[in-house]
């Protein structure tokens, strides 16, 4: 005789090894042998959720039995996930390769990331022929943010903070050449980039078509991963945006504010092959960074939409730099 006690103990099992599933991700991968999608994690943990009810239905637990641990399991996801994010951020590089920079970014179904701060710093690394290797994650750094690195066992956040320890440690003469004048000009031009133009970007994306996101973070968003993004990540960054104060504002006036610092870029590059003259700088990664992501990344946006109408110096000037140090953009697309 079935013994109902037995079939739910298993259901709960199950459903504790899914929950698990989701806050405890599979190991990173690493870029060239990564053979995941986007949502592998969360898909680990549907399939086991979906398993465990199926068998429990089959031995006779009641479906209003399986709604209940599947709630009972959804709130276990959200504790441990909070339990686990309030913990201190650690990092096993013990199996990492010597003088080898480990970048960590999130995955991105258009590109090698979403975000324009990984593209920032992965230009940075291909510039200076610096031997790095990417590792998609979903897992948030020592800042609460990503991108990441780890370098020689030292682990870092913040992409300026990435750049100017490796300039160190590496001996990067990027800069060298600028002039106080182009040294302020360019870091005045990063600064409206990354603290004010990035905001309008995330605003288009996250609040006035925060339905596709999913599908420019994956190429095949499980619903886990869209629920999270849209009801759990969206609401966050909406927050941000409003302490920000972009969020404050309406879409058009927004739209006017991405305008007018795209126009300011473009008019501040001329017919100039980089940002301040004939050789790369620190500054470019940071511009490039912002703009591939609206370009390449973020089909409809208005600031692709401007730039591929209007401002073809800067349509030229990412295709230059993409031509000649990301030439495998496709390749490194991986969500």
């Not at 941000?240 to 006017?256: D, F, K, N």
């Amino acid at each position: 005789m079935y013994d109902k006690s037995d079939g739910s103990n298993n259901l709960l099992e199950d459903s504790w090894n899914a929950a698990c599933a989701l806050v405890w991700p599979v190991e990173e991968k690493e870029q060239p042998d990564a053979d995941t999608t986007g949502g592998a994690d969360e898909n680990i943990a549907i399939s086991r959720i979906r398993h465990a009810a199926a068998s429990a239905v089959s031995s006779g637990v009641s479906w209003e039995d399986v709604v209940v641990v599947g709630l009972l399991t959804l709130a276990v996801v959200w504790l441990l996930w909070r339990w686990r994010s309030a913990k201190t951020f650690s990092l096993d590089t013990r199996k990492h390769e010597k003088n080898v920079v480990y970048l960590f970014m999130a995955p991105c179904a258009r590109g090698p990331s979403l975000s324009p701060f990984a593209v920032k710093l992965l230009l940075f690394l291909r510039i200076n022929e610096v031997k790095h290797k990417i590792m998609y994650t979903k897992r948030m750094g020592p800042k609460g943010k990503i991108p990441y690195i780890a370098y020689n066992g030292k682990v870092m956040g913040d992409s300026e903070c990435i750049i100017h320890f490796l300039s160190k440690q590496l001996d990067v003469r990027l800069d060298d050449w600028l002039s106080v004048q182009q040294r302020s000009t360019g870091r005045a031009m990063q600064k409206m980039i990354e603290e004010n133009t990035y905001w309008t970007l995330a605003h288009w994306g996250w609040i006035q078509n925060v339905s596709k996101v999913p599908s420019l973070l994956m190429k095949r968003p499980s619903w886990v991963s869209s629920l999270n993004l849209r009801y759990v990540m969206a609401p966050r960054v909406r927050q941000s945006l409003h302490e920000q104060g972009m969020g404050r504002r309406t879409a058009p006036e927004i739209a006017a504010i991405a305008e007018q610092d795209l126009r300011s870029v473009s008019a501040l590059l001329g017919s100039k092959e980089f940002l301040l003259g004939g050789l790369v700088t620190t500054y470019d990664c940071a511009v490039f960074g912002f703009l591939a992501v609206a370009l390449y990344s973020s089909p409809g946006c208005p600031h692709q939409v401007l730039i591929n109408s209007d401002l073809h110096t800067l349509r030229d000037y990412c295709q230059n730099i993409r031509d000649t140090w990301l030439s495998d953009w496709d390749e490194l697309t991986k969500a």
